[in-house]
């Protein structure tokens, strides 16, 4: 079975651009979450989707992202305009289920370096 | 104070040596406690998933944890190299699938 894949696995961007990274999930996965990790700093959650409703968006960093997930499949993250500080690995999961022993498939990362 | 500590190493240690590895929390609320492997380039892989103080054992690995000190641990028993990778302490509160990372340990086994 594949596992969570994201598309680009990297992409270079000027200042002022816009970029869209791509996460597929696991088939049959109703939970997706996005993660981001900027150079030197943890991991840290942007948001959950059930489905195609944003169950919890309050690591989203401000109004210059914004995630869809249009029938409930795969999800897509914009980042308009793009600021230097956008630059990390944005991670893509998903999931069965939600709560205990609930597992979150990571996916291998989309390395975004905004110039 | 950051929610989850973690230090990042490096760490480093000759194959078939025993690893510890540490996370502290602040946030009492959580209540569920992961570790997962990272290798270079990849997504983290989750390895061990607790809830409950006490230990929790899966072959070469074993995840402890203590709540009233708020403190979690990761044993890997006879490393070897391919035991390479960051490894990632996650947590996450009850009712929320909200994952809070610690920033990652470095660990490099030598042969």
């Known amino acids: 079975e594949a596992g969570v894949t994201q598309f680009p696995s990297h992409s270079v961007i000027e200042k002022g651009q816009t970029v869209t990274l791509r996460c597929d999930p696991i088939s049959g996965h109703d939970n997706l979450y996005w993660y981001r990790r900027v150079m030197g700093k943890e991991i840290k959650f942007l948001l959950h989707?059930?489905?195609?409703?944003?169950?919890?968006e309050s690591g989203m960093p401000n109004n210059r992202f914004l995630a869809e997930r249009t029938g409930g499949t795969y999800s897509t993250l914009k980042v308009q305009p793009a600021e230097l500080e956008d630059s990390g690995v944005y991670f893509c999961?998903?999931?069965?289920?939600?709560?205990?022993?609930?597992?979150?498939?990571f996916g291998p990362g989309t390395r975004l370096t905004v110039l | 104070q950051k929610e989850v500590e973690q230090d990042p190493g490096p760490l480093s240690v000759p194959e078939g040596a025993i690893v510890s590895l540490n996370c502290t929390y602040s946030?009492?609320?959580?209540?569920?406690f992961m570790w997962y492997r990272q290798y270079s380039r990849k997504g983290p892989e989750l390895l061990m998933y607790?809830?409950?103080?006490g230990n929790k054992e899966d072959g070469r690995f074993t995840a402890q944890v203590d709540k009233s000190s708020k403190y979690i641990s990761l044993f890997i028993r006879d490393s070897q190299p391919s035991d390479s990778a960051t490894y990632l302490c996650a947590m996450k509160q009850g009712g929320s699938e909200k994952l809070v990372f610690g920033k990652g340990t470095k660990l490099t086994v030598n042969p």
């Open positions: 946030n009492s609320a959580f209540q569920y």
């Open positions: 607790t809830y409950s103080s």
């Open positions: 999961a998903s999931s069965q289920a939600q709560g205990r022993g609930n597992e979150q498939f």
């Open positions: 989707f059930v489905k195609e409703s944003k169950q919890d």
